[in-house]
Structures are given as C-alpha cells and as structure tokens.
Antibody, heavy 119, light 110 residues
Framework: QVQLQESGPGLVKPSQTLSLTCTVSGGSISSADYYWSWIRQPPGKGLEWIGYIYNTGSTYYNPSLKSRVIISVDTSKNQFSLNVTSVTAADTAVYYC???????????WGQGSLVTVSS | QSALTQPASVSGSPGQSITISCSGTSSDVGGFDYVSWYQHHPGKAPKLMIYDVRNRPSGISYRFSGSKSGNTASLTISGLQAEDEADYYCCSYASSTNLLFGGGTKLTVL
C-alpha cells in the first residue's frame, strides 16, 4: 500500500517561501504510471489543484499559481517537494500531496500539512 | 477557471439514497470521461470513491456509484449510513488547468 507523508514548517511569514516535502513509501516515485501532485485546501474552502511532477522532472502548474510555484523531485530519496514563493495570508491552507494517475484520479493522498502564513 | 459547481449541502436519512451533482462545461466534465469523486472526513486524507465517471476502486462499497450526462456528473450513495457523513468533492480533467475540483458538498446523515 502506497503511503505519502507531507512535512515542513507549519508557520511561514508573509513574502517568504513556503516549502513542503512529500515522502513516498510502499511504492517507487519512479513508476512510469504515475505523476506526483500537490493540492491545497484553504480554511473553510474547497480543494485547489496546485500541480504535478513526473519522475523525469516534467511539471505542470495550475495557471492561477504558476508564477509562484515550483515542484521538484528527488528520486533517490523517493520524495517530491513544493515551493510557493511570495506567500500571503491567502496561501494559508492544508497542503496535500497525492499520487496522480494522469487525467484520471488521485488514488493515494497524504494526511495533509497545515501551513499558516502570518507574521 | 472557476471550480465545478456542487450543491453546498445535501442530507438524507439512514437507508435512503442521495445524489450529489457536479456541473461543469464542455472543456472539463462534458469533454472527458475523467470525473472522480473524493470523500473527505475533516482532519483525514481525502479518499477516492469513484474514478473515470463510474469506476469504483477496490474496497469501495457498491453503495457508491457515479454517472454523467452532458456537462453534469453525479455521485449517488444508496443505503445511507452514518459513516457516509463527510464532505464530497468532484474532480474533472480540464483542458485549461489539467485538473479542476468542485467546491465540495457536505453530506449530513439525519
């Protein structure tokens, strides 16, 4: 059974960079069948798709966040990471990582990591 | 691109059936057979319930079913149980954003 676990600071100051890492266990991040994704949920709101990365490093970002988001992968550690630059209070959210079958579904999710943007 | 449109809330009594709708456009729901549904209990990881419009992952109860007509997808839960009370999100492949989520529906089991 594939498991994903987010990790990173729970508090980030405005204008700084939010950084999270997702560690994958029970499966290889180098699998040809899957992409690796980030999704977030602001308090009291719905889910928002952030983007994905493939094991080759190929990425796709939601156009609404594209200018501030970087997703990277470290296949040697079976991890992928999210950076969101120039954060504001609007970036406060629970951030989830997930295994993404392209176009079809996110079949495994992490438990989520709450990141609060505040001075 | 705006989120897919779901009702904010639905409710039903144990044993009853409910349906949650998910409305989009021809650029997302209507254009692809790539609609998925997720159950989310607060504080837990979202759980895949339906994928590719109507397919159930292994281990998901037959009480959950999905369908699509035109630009609107639906999730039906039959034989409602107390444990079904949760938030439900639809999601579709979208030509503009790759994936697009609905705003979520809170299901209350009375």
């Amino acid at each position: 059974q594939v498991q994903l676990q987010e990790s990173g600071p729970g508090l980030v100051k405005p204008s700084q960079t939010l950084s999270l890492t997702c560690t994958v266990s029970g499966g290889s991040i180098s699998s040809a069948d899957y992409y690796w994704s980030w999704i977030r949920q602001p308090p009291g709101k719905g889910l928002e798709w952030i983007g994905y990365i493939y094991n080759t490093g190929s990425t796709y970002y939601n156009p609404s966040l594209k200018s501030r988001v970087i997703i990277s992968v470290d296949t040697s550690k079976n991890q992928f990471s999210l950076n969101v630059t120039s954060v504001t209070a609007a970036d406060t959210a629970v951030y989830y990582c997930g295994r993404y079958r392209y176009g079809s579904r996110i079949d495994f999710w992490g438990q989520g990591s709450l990141v609060t943007v505040s001075s | 691109q705006s989120a897919l449109t779901q009702p904010a809330s639905v409710s039903g009594s144990p044993g009853q059936s409910i349906t949650i709708s998910c409305s989009g456009t021809s650029s997302d729901v209507g254009g692809f057979d790539y609609v998925s549904w997720y159950q989310h209990h607060p504080g837990k990881a979202p759980k895949l319930m339906i994928y590719d419009v109507r397919n159930r992952p292994s281990g998901i109860s037959y009480r959950f079913s999905g369908s699509k007509s035109g630009n609107t997808a639906s999730l039906t839960i039959s034989g409602l149980q107390a444990e079904d009370e949760a938030d439900y999100y639809c999601c579709s492949y979208a030509s503009s954003t790759n994936l697009l989520f609905g705003g979520g529906t809170k299901l209350t089991v009375l």
